[in-house]
């Protein structure tokens, strides 16, 4: 837990000077970064490849780590700054086996198709967008953990070609309470077939013209 309150406090003194996180203080970091990101630990793979895509901050991803140190993560994010404030961070809390790294999500799953156990994704892109990166960076049987807040449902209905298309297939849909009035939810997505190798698209198309 002292490694947990290091990583927030760090986030929120990077904060100052560049834009990681909105909220601004040590308490509500603490709740909707940290508190937030292990909402579902009981049901997360303790082991494994991670890959956390549009990590920003470094939640859900430093989090996850801190809680199951022997998974192996990478993080990713198209912004140069935030990669160096999360590798900062890997350094400061001796972080074994995680890495950030600069690059754009298309570029880095086309170099890496078929490679990870998991993708974790909080606050990227809607769900249809969400699967074309993070389908085919998945090994056959991986999987997909989307946290995502309301409208979950019409995400998941808006998803149905995308699946098809790119080889997953819903396998729970989990709620939990973070406070009286706030409830989340992990979408686990899971990858039964290859992903044909046109996918994902360039020129931005996932979120452009989504599947």
């Known amino acids: 837990m002292i490694n947990m309150e290091k990583y927030n406090t760090l986030l929120i003194e990077k904060n100052k000077v560049l834009n990681l996180t909105a909220h601004k203080c040590i ?55 935030k990669v160096n404030f999360l590798n900062e961070v890997v350094g400061e809390l001796n972080l074994e086996n995680t890495i950030a790294i600069h690059s754009r999500i298309e570029e880095f799953v086309i170099a890496n198709r078929d490679s990870f156990d998991v993708v974790t994704a909080r606050a990227v892109a809607s769900l249809p967008t969400l699967l074309e990166y993070a389908l085919p960076a998945l090994k056959i049987g991986g999987i997909l953990l989307a946290f995502k807040g309301k409208n979950v449902s019409e995400e998941i209905e808006s998803a149905t070609n995308a699946l098809k298309i790119l080889g997953g297939e819903v396998g729970s849909i989990e709620q939990r309470q973070l406070d009286d009035e706030t409830t989340r939810y992990l979408v686990i997505i899971k990858k039964v077939k290859q992903t044909p190798k046109q996918y994902p698209r360039g020129k931005n198309l996932p979120r452009l013209k989504p599947l």
């Open 27 to 81: 308490d509500s970091s603490w709740k909707y970064n940290v508190l937030d990101s292990l909402l579902f630990n009981d049901i997360i793979p303790n082991v494994g490849k991670f890959l956390d895509i549009g990590s920003g901050g470094g939640s859900p991803a430093i989090p996850l780590k801190l809680s199951f140190p022997q998974i192996n993560m990478t993080m990713l994010d198209s912004v140069g700054k």
